[in-house]
């Protein structure tokens, strides 16, 4: 079952603007992380938020959390034609074998940068 | 990038054959996972490895099969593939289990049954 849904499902914006990109989920989580995947290619770790943080920063990405409403967000600053690419979030979820974790991908969001 | 190696990229094959994907890792990391990816239902996870000869059924297993008899390969085998398999396959390693590890994915693997 999905467990985080990315909103919008595409963007399109010029280059030097801002992107923003919305991520709900259902049940509690431990963290949530954020992966961009380029066209033809595996996806990328970017960045991991824990259940008690709300914000946090790294580099052009602003990630904020709020566990109350079960969103986060992926802010992406002074966007650049590189940018382009799906967005993912994820989080995550104790599965029944030998204690490990399973990470459950939204649809993602398809971000497009004009140059 | 993380050294991960998926082949075929590429495969087209009919209806009934068996198919086998390997994914093959050089960063030693225990953790192995293949993922499928379909238009409107993003990644969705088939099985994991926990360690070698150590497997478990994800999401959507049904169909498929895994093998680890080494740290560094991965196998993901469709005994006898339909057109429903047609789809793009990832493999992802993990150093170590945990809410807060970061998975690291291959290139994929392009399948297409007809």
């Known amino acids: 079952s999905q467990q985080g849904e990315e909103d919008p499902q595409a963007l399109s914006i010029q280059e030097g603007e801002n992107a923003t990109m919305n991520c709900s989920y259902k049940?509690?989580?431990?963290?949530l992380q954020w992966y961009r995947q380029n066209s033809g290619r595996g996806l990328v770790h970017l960045i991991l938020i824990r259940s008690n943080e709300r914000e946090k920063h790294s580099g052009r990405l602003r990630v904020t959390l709020d566990t109350s409403k079960k969103s986060s967000s992926l802010l992406i600053t002074a966007s650049r034609a590189a940018d382009t690419a799906s967005y993912f979030c994820?989080?995550?979820?104790?599965?029944?074998?030998?204690?490990?974790?399973?990470?459950?991908f939204g649809k993602g969001t398809k971000l497009s940068v004009i140059p | 990038d993380a050294g991960i190696t998926q082949s075929p990229r590429h495969k087209v094959t009919e209806t009934g054959t068996p198919v086998t994907l390997r994914c093959h890792q050089t960063?030693?990391?225990?953790?192995m996972y293949w993922y499928r990816q379909d238009p409107g239902h993003g990644l969705r996870l088939i099985h994991y490895?926990?360690?070698?000869?150590?497997?478990d059924k994800g999401e959507v297993s049904d169909g498929y099969s895994v093998s680890r008899s080494k740290t560094e390969d991965f196998l993901l085998t469709l005994e006898s593939a339909t057109s429903s398999q047609t789809s793009v396959y990832f493999c992802?390693?993990?150093?170590?289990?945990?809410?807060?590890?970061?998975?690291?994915f291959g290139d994929g693997t392009r399948l297409s049954i007809l």
């Open positions: 490895s926990y360690g070698v000869k150590d497997t």
């Open positions: 049940t509690s989580i431990n963290n």
């Open positions: 992802a390693i993990s150093e170590r289990t945990g809410a807060n590890q970061p998975q690291h």
């Open positions: 960063e030693n990391h225990r953790y």
């Open positions: 994820a989080t995550d979820a104790r599965s029944s074998g030998a204690g490990s974790y399973q990470l459950t």
